[in-house]
């Protein structure tokens, strides 16, 4: 069996980190699985980039500017949630590159920002293959943005999207609501990384009558498990005696992570812990982000070696995860993997990873006092181990790459026999 993942990126950003663990996973089990990407950042021989010469690097770059520059134009040259939401106008045509041909199933994740365009997903529709897709966002079944939030037009049809200005110089949405439609994407088999969002993509109005799945993404349970926590603290330089809270996410200032409402939680907690606690930040972080904590902030910046990751979730006594709206984050598979309690907001795929009082805590969406109470009940849990060992039970149990993969390889057998 062959199977090509296409994603935009080999490894920025959580899909593309999704998709290269599910190649690997696939390769474990006997599957000959290959990467196509436009951004490759290894010398993985199974990943292969589009951009094999200079002539294509400059044209694959103008593709991204042209994407972004018509998204600023529509919206009256504001910046606002300018990655919030994705056109697809322009991309490569892969229904002739050797790998798309040679395959029998083709995997799509993540493939915005001029990587492929609405054009380029109707061309590999037609090639008659099966194609999988899975949700690591809401884009498939909306308009432009990647997560509506509170919007539910996506469900009858998308006008004014609420993440442009209210009177933008061209309503994309409108313009590109059908265009979507028309690509044929009821002929594609959804995977959702949670069963949140693959209930919620089944509201969209092309996707009703698409087939769907239910599989999480995988994890390498030989590089992220428990570590010594006092060497993991020696490594970063971090304290021995301080209870650490960790935060992570690429961009720790994007609203949609909701560092504010961990900074609030913090501030509840000042008296309380009477000087225990200090916070670990992994990712790009502004200043103005990190001297707002009431606590002693650390910063580790953007870690991307997984070893290192690892180590950082060793280091803590929890990982804080605040976001009002998320899929199924890959940080709360490798905290609990590195046996690390978790605490985030009842939203998304997250209650679905967290067990309530088992292996973390499930704090009611946007309260802050709540994310505190969790925060607390962890601190003074985080002594048993009950709650690491139920962390890595977890994650082998539902996570593990083997698990996943054979999953996957099901879902491909049965799209290959129909």
Not at 152 to 175: G, I, T, V
Not at 312 to 334: G, R
Request: net charge positive.
């Amino acid at each position: 069996m062959k199977v090509v993942l296409l994603n935009t990126s080999e490894l920025t950003g959580g899909a593309a980190v999704a998709a290269n663990r599910l190649m690997k996973a696939l390769r474990k089990s006997g599957v000959e699985a290959s990467m196509l990407v436009r951004d490759r950042k290894t010398d993985d021989p199974h990943v292969v980039s589009i951009d094999d010469s200079r002539m294509k690097r400059r044209l694959n770059f103008l593709r991204f500017v042209w994407e972004r520059l018509v998204i600023l134009i529509c919206n009256l040259f504001s910046r606002k949630n300018l990655f919030q939401v994705s056109i697809a106008n322009t991309g490569t045509d892969l229904s002739k590159h050797p790998l798309v041909q040679e395959a029998d199933v083709i995997h799509l994740h993540w493939i915005n920002q001029g990587f492929l365009s609405l054009a380029d997903i109707r061309k590999l529709i037609n090639t008659g293959k099966p194609i999988v897709w899975t949700l690591h966002d809401m884009w498939p079944a909306t308009a432009i943005c990647h997560y509506p939030g509170e919007c539910d037009k996506f469900a009858s049809k998308c006008f004014r999207c609420p993440m442009m200005r209210r009177n933008p110089l061209f309503d994309l949405a409108y313009y590109l609501f059908n265009r979507k439609g028309g690509i044929g994407l009821s002929r594609v088999t959804f995977v959702g990384c949670s069963r949140w969002i693959m209930k919620e993509a089944r509201k969209g109005v092309w996707l009703k009558s698409a087939c769907f799945a239910s599989i999480p993404n995988p994890i390498d349970t030989t590089v992220f498990n428990p570590k010594d926590k006092r060497e993991a603290r020696l490594r970063f330089g971090l304290p021995e005696d301080k209870i650490l809270l960790l935060f992570a996410a690429a961009k720790l200032s994007d609203i949609r992570k909701g560092v504010s409402f961990f900074i609030e939680a913090c501030g509840s907690l000042r008296e309380w812990s009477a000087g225990r606690i200090e916070i670990v930040l992994m990712g790009n972080c502004p200043e103005e982000v990190s001297s707002q904590f009431p606590f002693k902030a650390y910063t580790l910046g953007y870690l991307s070696k997984p070893d290192s990751v690892a180590c950082a979730y060793s280091c803590a006594d929890m990982f804080v995860i605040p976001s009002l709206e998320d899929n199924l984050p890959n940080t709360i598979m490798e905290a609990m993997a590195c046996g690390t309690p978790c605490v985030g907001f009842d939203t998304g795929g997250i209650p679905e990873m967290i067990d309530h009082q088992v292996n973390g805590y499930v704090a009611k969406r946007g309260d802050s006092a709540d994310l505190a109470r969790g925060i607390q009940w962890v601190i003074e849990n985080r002594e048993e181990k009950r709650l690491s060992e139920a962390c890595v039970r977890e994650v082998h149990e539902r996570y593990r790459e083997s698990v996943v993969a054979e999953q996957y390889i099901r879902l491909y057998r049965r799209l290959m026999k129909s």
